[in-house]
């Protein structure tokens, strides 16, 4: 049986969650489950803390697991990265009260506030800068405010909270974090465990895709089907006024308008565009 660790809240758990069901997987949970069975794909998900999924595959008690990119490089295993899932973005960087530094190598001999002590350790050392690292579980961003701290290292989307609490960036961005798809580093992959990539592949590439389906004059197909090249080709199939035929073809999702205003501008008609859930090429 495949057994696979799955966030068990916020934004990197809603995404797993969204992903797996669309790759065929967890058709019925909720989100207070803590164990869910899947008998039909012979697999069963534990849903642990997101800091805590690293380290149950990389000692291979479980075969895969979904967490932060951020969480894998913290933790210490020896899980490896299988496949970037594009979701749950964020990066990680240092911040100080405003106007305070102006540059990390400011920060030698200072106090860090940190949840990810490891990550952070790593940074200091690869650049060989000194700081003592005070770990905390958690929000980070009041640490220099209460005097625990001089300044803090933690994980930030839009980076407001930051700013609510007087800190600036300083420096470079230390990782870029993402959710990730991560298996034991040794070992080989069961032939379950490849069928899930395989569909979450799929997954992944059809939400990056969408169908583009119009009607064109004859003459204009040359010139329509350069707009809509397909992935091989476009599928051209025959109308019953034989001075028109259909056309169905692939494009990127981010350029769906821009494909129909082009169609329309050159004479396409009967423009849809469909979302695709699953696909395999």
């Known amino acids: ?9 916020g ?11 669309d790759a065929g997987y967890l058709q019925s949970s909720h989100p207070r489950d803590l164990v869910v069975r899947d008998p039909e794909n012979d697999a069963e998900f534990f849903f642990l803390r997101p800091r805590d999924i690293a380290t149950y595959v990389g000692s291979g008690r ?6 932060g990119r951020d969480m894998l490089a913290d933790s210490g295993s020896d899980a490896r990265e299988l496949l970037d899932l594009g979701f749950g973005r964020s990066t990680f960087r240092l911040a100080a009260p405003a106007g305070t530094v102006t540059a990390v190598t400011e920060l030698a001999n200072r106090r860090i506030a940190t949840s990810y002590a490891g990550v952070l350790a790593g940074w200091l050392e690869t650049n060989d800068l ?11 961003e009041n640490a220099v405010r209460l005097g625990v701290a001089d300044a803090v290292a933690d994980v930030v989307d839009t980076g407001t909270t930051m700013k609510q609490a ?10 870029e974090s993402v959710a990730v798809l991560i298996g034991p580093a040794e070992g080989e992959q069961s032939s379950a465990a490849a069928t899930l990539i395989r569909r979450i592949q799929g997954v992944m590439l059809a939400r990056s895709y969408v ?8 003459e204009k197909l040359d010139e329509a089907s350069a707009v809509t090249p397909g992935l091989e080709s476009p599928t051209i199939s025959p109308l019953r ?31 849809l565009v469909t979302a695709i859930h699953a696909c395999r090429l």
């Open 166 to 175: 007087g800190l600036e960036f300083v420096g470079p961005v230390l990782l």
């Open 241 to 271: 006024d034989e001075k028109w035929v259909a056309v169905r073809a692939m494009v990127p999702r981010s350029d769906a308008h821009r494909v129909m205003d082009e169609l329309y501008a050159i004479g396409a008609r009967g423009i």
């Open 130 to 140: 000194t700081a003592q690292v005070v770990e905390l579980d958690g929000a980070v």
């Open 62 to 67: 479980l075969d895969l697991g979904i967490t």
């Open 11 to 21: 934004a990197l758990s809603e995404g797993a969650r969204s992903m797996l069901h």
């Open 211 to 218: 169908l583009v389906d119009y009607d064109i004059r004859n």
């Open 1 to 9: 049986m495949l057994r696979i660790a799955v966030p068990n809240k």
